[in-house]
């Protein structure tokens, strides 16, 4: 069973930028398309950003084109998001999981991301 955990989250001002990191583990990540999603307070989770096995396709949800870049490292095992130009609609907990059909017992516990001045 794949794991993961997600870190580089906190309290950043708007207009401001963070690094989200995500370590996979006990799983093939090298091989699976993957993705970041975010949950808002009061909403339901959220694709933002997928990402093709080799890293040439990425896809992002219209709210975050242009501001965020997903990209991984497959020699590590790590997926990036590197978001830029965060307004206080970006706050929320974010997790990285497979592109795919992720299943209920694979989600990590997630970083917090709060835009606020």
């Known amino acids: 069973q794949v794991q993961f955990a997600e870190s580089g989250g906190g309290l950043v001002r708007p207009g401001g930028s963070l690094r989200l990191s995500c370590a996979a583990s006990g799983g093939r990540f090298s091989i699976t398309p993957m993705g970041w999603y975010r949950q808002a307070p009061g909403k339901q989770r959220e694709l933002v950003a997928a990402?093709?096995?080799?890293?040439?396709?990425?896809d992002y949800t219209d709210s975050v084109k242009g501001r965020f870049t997903i990209s991984r490292d497959n020699a590590r095992n790590i997926l990036f998001l590197q978001m830029n130009s965060l307004n206080p609609e970006d706050t929320a907990v974010y997790y990285c999981?497979?592109?795919?059909?992720?299943?209920?017992?694979?989600w990590g516990k997630g970083t917090l991301v709060t835009v606020s001045s």
């Open positions: 999981n497979v592109r795919f059909g992720p299943t209920v017992d694979s």
């Open positions: 990402i093709s096995v080799g890293g040439s396709s990425t």
